[in-house]
């Protein structure tokens, strides 16, 4: 699960490489305004629906599906920024449900009722941010208006995303997020910009092909949405700490 995560994390920093070339801007200049207004957020959510289908390819093969729903809340990202991730796996006959909160430096975690804390957490802002010392001019893509906002789409293929990869994390390429032996294919994606530069949305399909597993297909909805509106969840502080053991 943490590769397939993973994975969405890194094509959804690929569509941040994206420009708007029918108005004859090149990328790079089309990216760092959507950089630098990304940038400017005091606070945003994220909400992601994928689905997971995977295959083992094999003859009277079987094969599984499940879904995946996640939410992501970013606060205060000027000063002293906080961080909620909750996500619910449907998988196997089973549900699994976590709540992770990142605030004031201590980690808050609720997995299917189980909770606990962590205190001396490292949150850097810049983590989840868009980075402005990476482009790839060979991606295959493409613009189209819709009003005043910008639809894009990007083809990608395996050899084009190693590169990327090696981009990103030099010579670990890959192995940076443990995720070696892939085989990417049928990589697509679009992207709506607003016309402020705000990424509204971003849709991910892609396949892999893994050694010793078998096919996975993966489907993914991203929405960005209450920018410098959003807030954390309220919770109890108190019901993590007395349920901690050492």
Known sequence: MKKILSTLFILT???????????KLDAKEIYQKANAEMQKLDSYAVKA??????????????????????EMVFT?????PDVYLGMNIDA???????????????VYTDV??????????????????????LFLEDIDLSVTKDGENYHLELELDNDTLMEVMNGLYGDQGLEAFDIEGFDFHDITASMNITKDYYVDDIKINFGMSM???????????????????ASLPSFDRSEYIDSTTY
């Open 211 to 229: 050694l010793g597993i078998g096919n996975i297909t993966i489907t993914c909805t991203i929405d960005y949405q209450d920018f410098n509106n």
């Open 112 to 133: 299917d009722g189980q909770k606990s804390y962590q205190e001396g957490a490292d949150f850097k802002a810049e983590d989840y941010m868009m980075t402005d010392d």
């Open 76 to 80: 205060d990202l000027s000063s002293d």
């Open 92 to 106: 196997f006959g089973l549900n699994t449900s976590s709540k992770i909160y990142e605030v004031d430096g201590v």
């Open 13 to 23: 920093l690929l569509l941040s490489l994206v420009a708007c070339q029918g108005e």
């Open 49 to 70: 629906v994928a689905n997971i289908d995977l295959s083992t390819g094999e003859e009277n093969s079987s094969s599984l599906s499940f879904p995946i729903d996640m």
